[in-house]
């Protein structure tokens, strides 16, 4: 292996990922279990396509703390669709939920771009403005399993493989997984293939040279945000289909969980740095952690003061890190 590659923030990661599993199934285990560890992979789906979007938003030097109050309102709205239109299938409930989100991400874009606001403060703003009007307009109860819509459980319960244990008990790979593996590839794609992916990083890394050798700031800004937006909505769709369940308070304080996998996976508060491969391994390093909290039998509050010190460490070395390169 190459002294460059050991270099990379994934490799780091991926060995620090590693280390921590290795650990992990030493203390306990029962971490190792196919059904624990088919658990852990379909835990990553929700929170790791929400990553991807807050990915391309903080790589062009942003925040966007918006993205779950968009998620529930997409999902909470479709589902209530469905319910009063009568309306099963999953294409045409899917395409919504994310031109949903896809609206409120351009709102998010507008402010940021047309007023020159501070995207925390924007962000801030609409998250609140949204589960403000979704609890007091639309309504507090939840979609139950016996009203949802018979499709999104169908779709949201496909099985890759399952299997049995000698005590009789199933447990199987959720398909959910190649769709967030799809996304993946796709935002990938965008940022490492074409142009706008490289005004992406240009933004993020000096927004007045971006500007100087071409690169669009308004585009730049409207796609990051329509983009986390759109991965939201659909998102929170996916999460409903998954637990067969529609809760307007859905996903409170996600936030932290998911801007901690993307700094975790070594993306940088100040832009212009970050990868999905990175993300993708700083979302399963953060959901393994939790998991295997819960495992141990960790209170919640206690797992919250985990979350809070990775975001800190992984906040302060990528901060050293980025120090080190400018000197």
């Known amino acids: 292996m190459s002294l460059s590659v050991l270099r990379r923030s994934e490799t780091v990661i991926a060995l620090v990922l590693l280390a921590a599993m290795l650990l992990i199934g030493l203390i306990n285990p029962a971490f190792w279990n196919l059904a624990n560890l088919f658990s852990l992979a379909r835990s990553n789906v929700v929170i790791g396509i929400m990553a991807l979007g807050v990915l391309t938003v903080m790589i062009s030097g942003g925040i966007d703390v918006s993205f779950p109050?968009?998620?529930?309102?997409?999902?909470?709205?479709?589902?209530?669709?469905?319910?009063?239109?009568?309306?099963?299938?999953?294409?045409?409930?899917?395409?919504?939920?994310?031109?949903?989100?896809?609206?409120?991400?351009?709102?998010?874009?507008?402010?940021?771009?047309?007023?020159?606001?501070?995207?925390?403060?924007?962000?801030?703003?609409?998250?609140?403005?949204?589960?403000?009007?979704?609890?007091?307009?639309?309504?507090?109860?939840?979609?139950?399993?016996?009203?949802?819509?018979?499709?999104?459980?169908?779709?949201?319960?496909?099985?890759?493989?399952?299997?049995?244990?000698?005590?009789?008990?199933?447990?199987?790979?959720?398909?959910?997984?190649?769709?967030?593996?799809?996304?993946?590839?796709?935002?990938?794609?965008?940022?490492?293939?074409?142009m706008l992916g490289r005004g992406i990083y240009a933004l993020g890394s000096d927004g007045e040279a971006a500007r100087r050798v071409g690169f669009d700031r308004r585009l730049t800004i409207f796609v990051v945000y329509a983009l986390a937006g759109a991965l939201a909505g659909f998102a929170g769709l996916l999460h409903g289909a998954m637990i067969w369940l529609a809760n307007p308070r859905d996903f409170n304080g996600l936030e932290l969980d998911v801007i901690a996998a993307v700094v975790l996976g070594g993306a940088s508060i100040f832009g212009g740095r970050g990868s999905v491969l990175g993300t993708m391994l700083g979302v399963f390093m953060l959901v393994m952690v939790s998991n295997s909290l819960i495992i141990m039998h960790i209170a919640t509050t206690w797992q919250r003061v985990v979350v809070g010190f990775i975001v800190i460490i992984a906040t302060a070395a990528t901060s050293w890190r980025d120090r080190r390169r400018i000197a």
């Open 69 to 194: 109050a968009f998620a529930v309102a997409a999902m909470y709205l479709t589902v209530r669709a469905m319910v009063a239109w009568d309306w099963q299938g999953v294409a045409g409930p899917f395409v919504m939920a994310t031109a949903i989100g896809l609206a409120l991400g351009l709102i998010n874009a507008a402010f940021v771009y047309g007023l020159r606001m501070i995207p925390l403060i924007v962000t801030l703003g609409t998250g609140s403005l949204v589960r403000g009007f979704l609890l007091g307009v639309v309504g507090t109860s939840q979609v139950n399993i016996d009203r949802m819509p018979k499709s999104l459980i169908a779709f949201g319960s496909t099985e890759l493989t399952s299997l049995s244990d000698p005590a009789g008990g199933h447990f199987a790979l959720s398909a959910m997984l190649l769709i967030y593996l799809a996304m993946a590839l796709l935002v990938h794609f965008l940022l490492t293939h074409t």
